[in-house]
């Protein structure tokens, strides 16, 4: 059986979807990154593609607007053999935070179970002023890659 081939084009064009998926799907929820320079992009961050582990957004941004998304591809590959190659499974994991006190992540979690196949049950965290933590909802996703014998 060949070697696991080298994926991340493949994974990085796979995230690259996911994330068009989500922001049509939660389009009027996503909050904005206002960066330290002023200037302003949707509240959606992409982390850990390979071993380039990015801190995004940078230090001093603050998030407006309520949801911020952040898709880690985490360090979890599972590997299927089959006769006539591997299956290579990459964990991504899907992180709401809802900043807005209003709102919940429950409305955003369906819609994007709307557009997505989940691994495993959703983890939700409820708010509390008191403690000042904001609502979050974790998510995990796969994205399989064959590789077939060379």
Known sequence: M??????LPELQAALAATRSEIVDALADEIGTYTF??????????????GSNVQVYPPQGTSVTGG???VLVTLNSVRIESRLDGIIQNIVTQIILRQYDVSKSTIAPLFKIL???DIAAD?????SDPYIGNIETCEIQILHSFYTGDS
């Open 2 to 7: 060949g070697n696991a081939a080298n994926i």
């Open 122 to 126: 959703p983890i939700r965290t409820v």
């Open 36 to 49: 330290p320079d002023g200037t302003t992009d949707p509240a959606i961050a992409l982390l850990g593609l």
């Open 114 to 116: 709307s557009v997505l």
């Open 67 to 69: 949801l911020e998304v």
